[in-house]
């Protein structure tokens, strides 16, 4: 009779444990499914940010050592300006992705993380349980944007060809080369341009340059810790190689006003490496480095000006 009711109360510790655990997973269902931020007629969901997470963190996993409060707000906010983008890029049915392009930029992604080829990325994202056709859209929408930004600036772009031509010919043989990352943030204020840096040397000094620039940074190569990689002195800006050049390993710049916000460099490394100068190629590279440059400008100046008028109601 004992060993009856012994048996009877452990299959209601079972049944109500069971229960508990389908209660539970309904409630967690419910609430990985809410409904965080709404974009005019677009939603962006719980699932969303937590599988905007899983796809930054594989692209920085420096990430990791993020706290999770954090990482919930930088993904919201990089669903939320790629939500924006794709908003605007839908008004424009003629915009086709280059396919060539969109390989160029999936292979940039993955270099920088280190692996070589596409097979490696694709392997790399299923560990992570991530789904390459995912990231293929994310990216696809990125170069629409971009290719949309060319449409509508590429006539403002200003680059003297013969000014340029002339500098390379004079060059030095040894040139130097500089491994940058890069922080760059737009203000709306005098106090908020104080504050914000402030913020950032905070957060250097705590999380470290990589994971501040996950946080803070408007530029795409936020998405890989700001990473820039290795830039050679020519083809950069005479106004920010000043900063540079006075910069010790591991420092970075205060500051540096440009059309598109404010931009700080860290120096991660430098070195010198002896010129064998092909005039035309060199040309072609620091054209398309000047180039890319005000068209990253035009491309932050265009998105804070859309942005006005996009109806962003947190829920």
């Given at each position: ?88 890029i839908s008004k424009y049915n003629n915009v086709n992705v280059d ?41 696809a929408n990125e170069a629409l944007w971009n290719q949309l930004i ?7 772009i200003k680059i003297n060809r013969e000014s340029i031509k002339k ?149």
């Open positions: 009779m004992i060993e009856n009711k012994t048996h009877f109360r452990l299959i209601i510790v079972v049944s109500i444990a069971l229960l508990s655990a389908i209660c539970l997973k309904k409630i967690s269902y419910a609430i990985e499914n809410k409904i965080i931020l709404k974009i005019n007629n677009e939603i962006i969901t719980s699932v969303d940010v937590f599988n905007e997470a899983k796809y930054l963190k594989a692209l920085n996993e420096n990430l990791n050592d993020i706290d999770n409060r954090e990482i919930i707000n930088l993904s919201k906010s990089s669903l939320l300006r790629e939500k924006i983008k794709e908003i605007e396919q060539k392009y969109l390989e160029s930029i999936i292979r940039n992604i993955y270099k920088n993380i280190g692996l070589d080829n596409r097979e490696e990325f694709i392997n790399y994202l299923k560990k992570k349980n991530i789904d390459i056709k995912v990231v293929e859209k994310k990216l060319f449409e509508k600036f590429h006539n403002k500098e390379i010919n004079l060059s030095k043989r040894f040139l130097q080369i500089y491994d940058l990352q890069e922080i760059l943030y737009s203000v709306k204020t005098k106090e908020d341009e104080k504050r914000i840096f402030f913020e950032i040397q905070e957060s250097i000094k705590i999380k470290g340059f990589e994971n501040t620039a996950s946080l803070y940074s408007i530029s795409e190569s936020s998405k890989t810790g700001g990473k820039i990689g290795w830039i050679k002195e020519s083809t950069i800006n005479k106004k920010i190689l000043a900063k540079i050049i006075k910069l010790n390993i591991g420092e970075y710049t205060k500051p540096i006003q440009t059309p598109g916000g404010f931009l700080i460099l860290k120096l991660v490394n430098q070195k010198q490496e002896e010129q064998v100068v092909d005039v035309e190629k060199e040309l072609s590279l620091r054209i398309n480095k000047l180039q890319n440059q005000q068209l990253n400008q035009y491309s932050n100046i265009y998105y804070n000006k859309i942005k006005k008028d996009i109806r962003i109601s947190e829920k």
